[in-house]
Each structure stands twice: as structure tokens, then as C-alpha cells.
């Protein structure tokens, strides 16, 4: 009897790329996509409900952002390992990512090539990374042997930037309130400390903001 393959989750906000990367991940006989999401929150019930061996997570999502998402999958379904499939070649995205709990990353612009032994990778337990991320990781080591310290913590709480992310999305205090299931008066008090600490005036510097660091797409 031959073990059962890697139940997926693949969660990206544009149905095409969901499309293909299903037909990738569904062509190998060890993998099978369960279920789709097309934003971060929706991923995070999805992984609930289905409890999958795999989370696939975009970064750029509306509502959640895969980074966000992964938290609270590492939080709420520490068994879903946890996978970021993005089209950004970046360092501050590739370290937050396996901040968040994911066991690997790969670029879109690759996928065909690397996802599928990426997937095979993580459930084994190894960590993926795509070849520029390991002199990432090599010079991000020697910079904190040279430092002597562990690094700099994220300036915002994982509330925090939840709110900052909904605010540039446009959302009202009102609706956030409902969507955090918050009192409004909290989401003021959170929008608040959030212009605080970053040192920005009003809703269009915080959506700049969001977009830079890509929490928003622009």
C-alpha cells in the first residue's frame, strides 16, 4: 500500500496563477491540492477546515498577507507546514517568512522548475530556499556573529500591522471593528500607536507605507 499524498492548500489572490500551480502540484501522483483561497483570512479558515499537510501562501493577499497568515497558521494549525510562493526576490520578505513559521520559499518565476521538490522537501522536514537566499542567509549570519546581537525585533505587533494593512486597504474603523471582531475604539487606540511608532501623519502615508513594505500591492 502506497502512502497517501501531501494534502495542499494553495492560497493566491489571482485565480490564473491558482490554476496553474494546481496543475503542477495535481500532475505528481504524491500531491493534491484539497483547497484553494484567494486572500490570507480565507486561507487561515480554509487550513482549519480542512486541516491540509501543506499550506502554499502567496505574500501579496488582500485582508491577510501570506506572512500574516503564516502566523496565525503556526499559531492556530501547528501541523500545516507552511510554504511562501512569491514573486519577490527579497530579502526582508525571505527572513519574515521564515520568521512566520514557513519551512521554505520559492519564486514564482521558477515555480515550474522548483515547487514540487520544494513541497517534497518541507514534508520531509528540510527547509527550501532558493539559491540567492542562501548568500542571504550567509551574510545575515556573519553580520550577527560581527554584531554580537540577535538583530532588531519587528517594530509593529502582529495586531498592529493586521490594522495598518486594513486602514491602507481602505477600511473603515467600523469595519475593521467588525472584521477583528474588536471594539472600534481599540482599532483607534492600535491606528493610533501605529502612526506613533512608524512617525507618519495621516491614511495616504500609511498606505505609502504599507505598499513599500508590502503588506498592500500598489
Known amino acids: 500500500m502506497t502512502d497517501s499524498p501531501t494534502r495542499i492548500l494553495l492560497a493566491d489572490d489571482h485565480a490564473l496563477v491558482r490554476r496553474g500551480v494546481r496543475l503542477i502540484l495535481d500532475a505528481e501522483p504524491d500531491l493534491t491540492v484539497v483547497a484553494e483561497a484567494d486572500d490570507g483570512a480565507e486561507a487561515v479558515a480554509r487550513a482549519r477546515e480542512h486541516r491540509p499537510d501543506l499550506a502554499v501562501l502567496d505574500i501579496a493577499m488582500p485582508r491577510l498577507t501570506g506572512l500574516q497568515a503564516a502566523r496565525e497558521l503556526s499559531r492556530t494549525c501547528p501541523e500545516t507546514r507552511i510554504l511562501i510562493l512569491t514573486m519577490y526576490d527579497n530579502e526582508q520578505y525571505f527572513f519574515e517568512a521564515l520568521g512566520a513559521g514557513a519551512s ?4 514564482k518565476s521558477v515555480a515550474d522548475r522548483d515547487l514540487v521538490e520544494a513541497c517534497r ?3 520531509r522536514g528540510e527547509p527550501f530556499v532558493y539559491p540567492g537566499a542562501v548568500d542571504a542567509l550567509i551574510r545575515d549570519h556573519l ?4 554584531e554580537g546581537g540577535t ?3 519587528r517594530t509593529l505587533t502582529d495586531r498592529e500591522e493586521e490594522i495598518l494593512k486594513l486602514v491602507a486597504e481602505g477600511h473603515t474603523s467600523q469595519q475593521i471593528a467588525d472584521l477583528l471582531v474588536i471594539s472600534p475604539k481599540t482599532v483607534e487606540r492600535h491606528r493610533a500607536n501605529v502612526l506613533q511608532k512608524l ?3 495621516d491614511r495616504l502615508e500609511l498606505t ?3 505598499i513599500r513594505v508590502g503588506l498592500i500591492e500598489p
Do not use: F, I, N, P
Not at 143 to 146: A, C, I, L
Open 208 to 210: 505609502r507605507y504599507a
Open 104 to 107: 521554505g520559499y520559492v519564486l
Open 143 to 146: 553580520d550577527r556573529v560581527r
Open 199 to 201: 512617525g507618519l501623519k
Open 121 to 123: 522537501a518541507t514534508m
Open 151 to 153: 538583530g532588531s525585533s
